[in-house]
């Protein structure tokens, strides 16, 4: 670290203060919002950090003027918190930065307009990352982590502030994408659930008038939860709504939304291109899109296991694995085609030991029992149009559309 | 000069009040450093000071003893300015009392106010008192005294303290000595009265002061006073029994705190002689430990005053007691120190502010000298009147501030006090000096005044009926006009704790002579009436008091400690007081870092605050009780639940005529009266009173725990453990994690002796009984003995329940633990009792995840079965299934449950029931309980799929009624009998059965696809578990 001086300290510092206080009495939100970034290590906010380091006594600087002493419940754990990330002492860091969210939101409050929502979304955003940081912080040093918690109670504090109000409405949504975060990464999504309802349930504000960013946003964490609800037309809508709306810039984004998306749309019988796949790196699926197409089964079960981690870890796993029923349907259904193509007048009486033959060759080693199970399942479910004759074992195909397409519905259950 | 130092100081308080929470809660992250290292105390505790304008104090920071008494010089130095000058002084004094009068009045209407808070507290408060009584045995008198007092303003607890610890010094001396000079103390006290109780306070603080805890005194003096005065009353009300007195005292808190402490005193001094005497041999540097802490703790208490919230000033009052009780251990050696210390403080005090120092030494030297120069004829029993009390109580106080101090936060806050506290001590001091001038004064200056007032007021009417009688039988002695009015005070005093016709005539006949004897000597308005202490009851009672005393003296004094700081009068709190000091001890004893980090959250939540220095007093009050102080502090609690009553209905008048003072205070005192008047209600009341025995009881136990040796039972010592814990976790809950970290609980689990291998479940609802647990030993026995058993399951249930509350209350967690629950979750498992499964399972979660080995692949492959047949839950599923680790994939129990969930997700129900025919471990029970959902969904599968018809033989084969190879031997009975009720299933779930020609079942499909049910379970119960209804369980289960 460079060395700086005395009376350079004490110029960063009065400087900063200045700054900070003409945002505020200017309600310069912009210029606000880039003096809390404190994750951007901006080359301001880092050298700011030095000279306080070097100038302890900062509070002192506060509080000769009035004007900054005004913010001072503001400033002064803020240039703690600073102090503190400067040193890598996130944990600190942290606390010092939340006790100077809490006075950034007492005033927030306070504004009649919604001039520092640039400024707020800063605050949300830097208390989540900051508690992540401490949280590993306090991982690495064998203490539970618990800031990431702290920070989802703030963030709907936060929430509560903005929820109500009309202009500062439009702010609620991205703390409401802050908070998913966090649960998301908790793993307590069910306390998603009080702020989707209020989000949605709020007749005033059409969800349009949110900015875009955060109804992708929205939509993308909202259809991840209707997948672990296995409600895929509602995932669906919702994950579509946000890949439709993403910027197709940032392809991150859109690989993110693919991963969820593509598991939804096959569960509906649609099946991506490969393009897509190779595009957005989700080659993951590639196999399991191979097995559906040709009814492969042990190309799907392959896929699942070699992928098993990531799709356990994504959630995405008991959607794929449902899967198998299409393929068995799949399957069958090439039968028929095989057989309709020797003999068409019998195609549509399928025997339960060519299915067999099909399996073993795959090397699916199942007996007659558990085929005339899984055909009953797929007739039961819809996937095959027919009936199942016990003493023959033979499956009788309707001679309409035995196997009739899923046409962007869920296989019923 | 002198008056714009204390208007200023006041200023700086009242503004700071905000900062000065601030303060707290960034000290509290301080505070942690503070008790480790006296410089970085001394360094949070400037910078907090710099706040408070107290800047030097906070810096001498707690190096040295000497170190925080020269802070707390400094600080009376400027409390002194005030003083100085009696007239500037009132003026500060009006100021100061201002704030602290609605305190008072809180304090009172406190009480009512926090019920919510108290029972919170009370559990704290309880252990405290336990702790105070140990203490108490040597040092129980004088802080459970002080304590009392002190605890209604933390501040004066602190100056109590010291000043008990002086006396200690002077106590060394046998207690009969002691209680001699106690009892003059309480009459000069009582002379005063308000004033003059002011004074002593003020005095008490400065002794205490001395110590350096003086300016919290100041600060909390104001509280203290109308608490005391309260006490006072109480006391008196109490007196009769002087024990009783004590406890009485401790209910009210601030205001007994003189009165009960000085009860306490007494009779803890005889038994604490030695006590005593132990705690001067500890060397010096056992004391700077301890005079830091106190220095701190009074620190706190006067920054309590400061905070002017009203909350935080209970929290600080709480904290004050706690520590005062820690203190108290510790303490006992600065006791020793304590008499040299006055003797450095005065001179200190001099130096500084000489004008300060006399006013301070005069009482000083009234206080010290007083136990010495007067010489009371029967000393003990003398003692237990409230007289001798006041200043017994207020050197108790002082040791709880110490402990206090050591918590570093609260010493920050507390220097800002320390300044305004001072000032009050200082003014108080004046006062006495001035004598009965001063309360009039008092009540003239309005403005100041109309603050002070209500405190004054409800000082002066000490206890209604005694009063009465005191005062008519104080004119019989004294012609009114013609004697000072502090004596008269004193006169009105030594009545007021007579019980009957005949101590009254006794008392005044001894007064008589002793006024005579004054009158002959010229000393009659010379003397100090304020601090004089009462002489001993003269009568026969005294010695039946001092039985009692001796006994139970501790205990009593300790309630009313307990009952101080909250300043509650009602009736809830008392009992919970006792417990305080005597947990508290031990607590302390262990841990004094703890205190900090409790402080800490303290300070981070003020609304925990109260429950937090509840917690800190119970966690110092573990330590020991005797059984003898309990049995004491029992009888107490029951009375001075009424005193408080009576003081609150006081009280409550004496705000009304306060209140036509200044609007404040009208509001004031309307919003206390209220609260008084609901604390007064009958129902409350009632609540209170039956609450308050519930704690009795358990301070009982608390008691038996003493960690002196002597007489501690270790089994009592485990319940006052107990309690404390579990006052800790409830801390926990609310100042965060790092208290817990702190706390020590090896020290507080119990060690079982039950010997006994069966043993019945009985849900705890108090600490354990070491005498009903049974060890490690015993426990692995009996675990055998359930395994061997051929009883059913209920009584293994039972059996296995018991020991599983005898390892957790001994906090046993290994292999064995995890033996016991495995074994417990089979045998549920086995009888399908999910909830005990449950509770089994999630305890095994844990301990696998410690590390103890068990067969937790097993149990790993029950939990997923779990989920998914019972949970049907998603993301639960998958989140289970991605903490598998490959080893567990590959084991054959967990590698079955994952072709369960396949099967049950796929809906396919033949590779179902062949799992369920070849389960390993319990896995088929589990499945078990799936079976009938299973079964429907597979017929309505197969009545939608199949047609024209299905062989029900098939059926029962596939649906697991018949073994799995169908083509077998149809003569098998086990499979005739499983179509059989494969039949009488299908036909129950409203299948259609034809028989085709051949005369085997047929299921006819198409119509059974529509009239097929799920029927209502023949064994429903009410309430909707099965499992729960008691004939189901004997007839699954029986022999």
């Known amino acids: 670290m460079a060395y700086i001086s005395m009376g350079e300290a004490h110029r960063r510092i009065t400087d900063y203060l200045n700054r900070f206080y003409d945002a505020v009495s200017y309600q310069d939100g912009a210029s606000l919002k880039v003096l809390l970034s404190l994750s951007s290590n901006s080359p301001s906010l880092l050298s700011l950090a030095d000279a306080l380091n070097l100038y302890q006594d900062a509070s002192r600087l506060i509080k000769q003027s009035d004007n900054y002493s005004q913010l001072a419940e503001i400033l002064l754990p803020l240039f703690r918190a600073l102090q503190n990330y400067r040193l890598a002492n996130l944990i600190d860091s942290y606390q010092a930065f939340e006790k100077s969210a809490n006075a950034f939101i007492q005033e927030f409050r306070n504004w009649d307009s919604a001039w520092a929502l640039e400024a707020l979304y800063v605050v949300a955003y830097e208390i989540r990352v900051l508690a992540e940081k401490a949280d590993r912080e306090l991982v690495s040093s064998g203490k539970p982590p618990e800031k990431l918690k702290a920070a989802g109670s703030f963030l709907m504090k936060v929430f509560g502030v903005l929820a109500g109000k009309g202009t500062k409405r439009v702010g609620a949504l991205y703390v409401t994408c802050q908070l998913f975060k966090i649960y998301f990464k908790l793993g307590t999504v069910h306390l998603c659930r009080s702020v989707i309802r209020s989000i949605e349930t709020a007749r005033i504000f059409d969800f349009e008038e949110f900015p875009r960013r955060d109804k992708v946003t929205y939509m993308y964490y909202t259809g991840r939860l209707e997948v672990f609800n296995e409600n895929f037309p509602a995932a669906d809508h919702k994950l579509s709504y946000a890949l439709n709306h993403c910027n197709p810039q940032s392809e991150a984004n859109i690989r993110k939304i693919l991963k969820y998306l593509i598991p939804v749309k096959l569960s509906i019988g649609i099946l991506p291109k490969d393009w897509l796949l190779e595009k957005y790196n989700l080659v993951e699926y590639r196999n399991v899109v191979q097995a559906l197409k040709r009814g492969d089964l042990r190309l799907l079960r392959r896929a699942l296991q070699d992928h098993e981690d990531r799709f356990l870890r994504s959630g995405v796993y008991l959607v794929l694995e449902k899967l198998e029923l299409q393929v068995y349907q799949r399957l069958i259904k090439k039968i028929y085609i095989i057989q309709k193509q020797k003999d068409p007048n019998k195609a549509h009486q399928l025997k339960l030991e060519i299915i067999v033959k099909a399996l073993k060759w795959l090397e699916m080693d199942m007996d007659l029992d558990e085929v005339e199970c899984i055909v009953a399942i797929l007739i039961f479910k819809n996937l095959v149009k027919g009936y199942f004759a016990h003493k023959s074992k033979v499956v009788v195909l309707s001679k309409q559309d035995p196997f009739p397409k899923l046409n962007g519905k869920p296989v019923n259950s | ?1039």
């Not at chain 2, 704030?99 to 108290?118: K, R």
């Not at chain 2, 603080?205 to 009353?233: D, F, H, I, M, R």
């Not at chain 2, 409790?598 to 109260?610: G, I, L, S």
């Not at chain 2, 043993?759 to 426990?779: F, G, H, I, M, Q």
Request: glycine fraction near 6%; include cysteine; proline fraction near 8%.
């Open chain 2, 1 to 1039: 000069m002198n008056q714009g130092v204390n208007t200023e100081t006041i200023a700086a308080l009242d503004s700071n009040s905000l900062e000065n929470r601030y303060a707290y809660a960034s000290q509290g992250q301080i505070s942690s450093h503070l008790p480790s290292i006296t410089g970085s105390e001394a360094l949070s505790w400037t910078a907090h000071k710099v706040d408070n304008n107290s800047a030097p104090n906070g810096i001498p920071s707690n190096s040295t003893y000497h170190y925080d008494q020269h802070m707390q010089q400094a600080v009376t130095s400027s409390a002194s300015l005030g003083t100085v000058n009696a007239p500037q002084d009132y003026n500060g004094y009006a100021s100061y009392t201002n704030p602290t009068d609605p305190y008072g009045y809180g304090s009172t209407g406190y009480s009512g106010y926090y019920n919510g808070y108290q029972q919170q507290s009370n559990p704290s408060y309880s252990q405290p008192v336990g702790a105070y009584q140990n203490t108490g045995a040597p040092y129980q008198p004088l802080s459970s005294f002080q304590n009392t007092g002190s605890y209604a303003g933390s501040a004066s607890y602190s100056s109590t303290y010291y000043n008990p610890g002086d006396y200690q010094t002077a106590g060394g001396y046998p207690s009969s000595s002691y209680n001699n000079q106690t009892t003059p103390w309480n009459d000069t006290n009582y002379a005063n009265y308000t004033s003059q109780q002011y004074a002593q306070y003020n005095t008490g603080t400065s002794a205490a002061y001395s110590s350096g805890s003086a300016t919290a005194n100041a600060a909390a003096t104001s509280l203290n006073y109308q608490q005391q005065y309260k006490q006072w009353a109480d006391y008196y009300n109490q007196t009769e029994v002087t024990c009783a007195p004590g406890t009485e005292n401790t209910s009210v808190t601030g205001a007994s705190n003189f009165g009960c402490p000085v009860p306490s005193v007494t009779s803890g001094y005889p038994t604490s002689n030695s006590q005593p005497a132990p705690p001067p041999p500890p060397p010096p540097p056992s004391y700077n430990p301890s005079w830091r802490p106190e220095s701190s703790s009074s620190e706190l208490p006067s920054v309590q005053s400061g905070a002017v919230v009203n909350g935080a000033h209970d929290g600080y009052w709480r904290h004050g007691p706690p520590t005062s009780q820690i203190n108290h251990t510790t303490i006992q050696p600065h006791l020793q120190k304590p008499s040299d210390q006055n003797s450095s403080f005065n001179s200190f005090q001099d130096q500084q502010k000489s004008l300060y120092s006399q006013g301070p030494n005069s009482q000083y030297s009234a206080t010290n000298q007083a136990p010495l120069p007067p010489p009371p004829p029967p000393p003990v029993p003398s003692y237990p009147q409230g007289p001798s009390f006041q200043y017994p109580a207020v050197h108790q106080v002082p040791p709880a501030p110490q402990t206090y101090q050591s918590p570093p936060q609260n010493a920050q806050s507390l220097d800002t006090r320390r300044v305004g506290k001072l000032q009050i001590p200082t003014n108080p001091r004046i006062a006495s000096n001035l004598n009965l001038g001063l309360a009039k004064t008092d009540r003239d200056s309005s403005t100041t005044v109309a603050a002070a007032k209500p405190a004054y007021i409800s000082v002066s009417l000490p206890k209604p009926d005694d009063k009465v009688t005191s005062s008519a039988g104080a004119d019989s002695i004294l012609k009114p006009g013609m004697f000072p009015k502090s004596l008269r005070g004193y006169v009105e005093r030594a009545l007021a704790r007579c019980k009957g016709d005949m101590q009254m005539t006794a008392c005044q006949a001894v007064m008589k002579e002793m006024i005579t004897k004054a009158t002959a000597d010229g000393t009659l308005y010379t003397r100090n009436w304020d601090i004089e202490p009462l002489f001993p009851m003269p009568n026969a009672d005294v010695q039946k008091q001092d039985n009692v005393q001796s006994s139970t003296a501790v205990s009593p004094l300790e309630n009313k400690l307990k009952r101080s700081p909250s300043r509650r009068t009602k009736s809830r709190w008392e009992p919970l007081p006792e417990e305080r000091p005597v947990e508290k001890p031990p607590s302390i004893n262990h841990n004094t870092s703890k205190f900090t980090g409790w402080v800490n959250a303290n300070e981070r939540d003020k609304k925990t605050f109260m429950m937090n220095t509840g917690s800190k007093d119970g966690s110092l009050t573990f330590t020991r009780f005797s059984s003898v102080e309990q049995k004491g502090s029992n009888k107490i609690t029951q009375k001075p639940v009424k005193r408080q009553r009576l003081i609150d209905s006081y009280i409550a008048a004496d705000n009304g005529d306060s209140s036509s003072d200044s609007d404040k205070e009208q509001s004031l005192t309307a919003y206390y009266s209220g609260a008084m008047a609901l604390a007064n209600s009958p129902e409350e009341r009632k609540r209170r009173e039956s609450r308050s025995k519930r704690f009795e009881r358990r301070q009982g136990n608390g008691a038996e725990a003493n960690h002196l040796k002597s007489k501690s039972a270790v089994s009592g010592s485990l319940y006052s453990r107990r309690a404390t814990a579990m006052v800790l976790s409830k801390n926990f809950e609310d100042g965060g994690s790092r208290a817990v970290e702190d706390i020590d609980w090896d020290a507080l689990t119990v060690k079982g002796t039950c010997q006994e291998i069966e043993k019945r479940y009985l849900r705890l609802t108090s600490a354990p009984d070491p005498a009903t647990v049974r060890p490690e030993e015993v426990v692995e026995k009996a675990l055998l003995m359930v395994q061997s058993s051929q009883k059913n399951y209920l009584y293994k249930c039972d059996q296995l329940k018991s020991i599983r509350q005898d390892l957790t209350v001994q906090r046993i967690r290994n292999h064995l633990t995890v033996k016991v629950y495995e074994t417990h979750a089979r045998l549920a498992l086995e009888v399908g009792d999910l909830p005990e499964y449950n509770q089994c399972q999630s305890q095994l979660q844990s301990l696998y995840a410690e590390g103890i080995e068990g067969c937790h692949l097993e149990f790993a492959a029950y939990n997923l079965l779990c989920v998914i047949l019972h949970s049907n839950n998603n993301r639960d599923l998958v989140s289970s299934m991605s903490r598998l680790s490959n080893e567990a994939k590959r084991d054959k129990a967990v590698k079955h449950a994952l072709a369960v969930r396949a099967a049950v997700t796929s809906g396919n129900y033949v590779m179902f029931f062949r799992l369920f025919k070849t389960a390993p471990n319990l896995n088929t029970c589990l499945m078990d309980l799936y079976v009938e959902k299973m079964r429907f969904k597979a017929v309505s599968c197969m009545s939608r799929s199949y047609r024209p018809t299905l062989p029900v033989p098939y059926i029962a084969q596939v649906l697991g009624f018949t073994s799995i190879a169908p083509e077998n031997d149809g003569s098998d009975d086990k499979d005739s009998d499983g179509l059989e009720e494969c039949i009488e299933w299908l036909k129950a779930h409203g299948a259609c059965l034809t028989a085709d020609n051949n005369g085997e079942m047929q299921l006819d499909a198409k119509s059974t696809s529509s009239t097929l049910y799920m029927p209502e379970p023949d064994d429903a119960v009410a309430h909707g578990d099965a499992s729960l209804a008691v004939n189901d369980f004997l007839t699954r289960t029986a022999l």
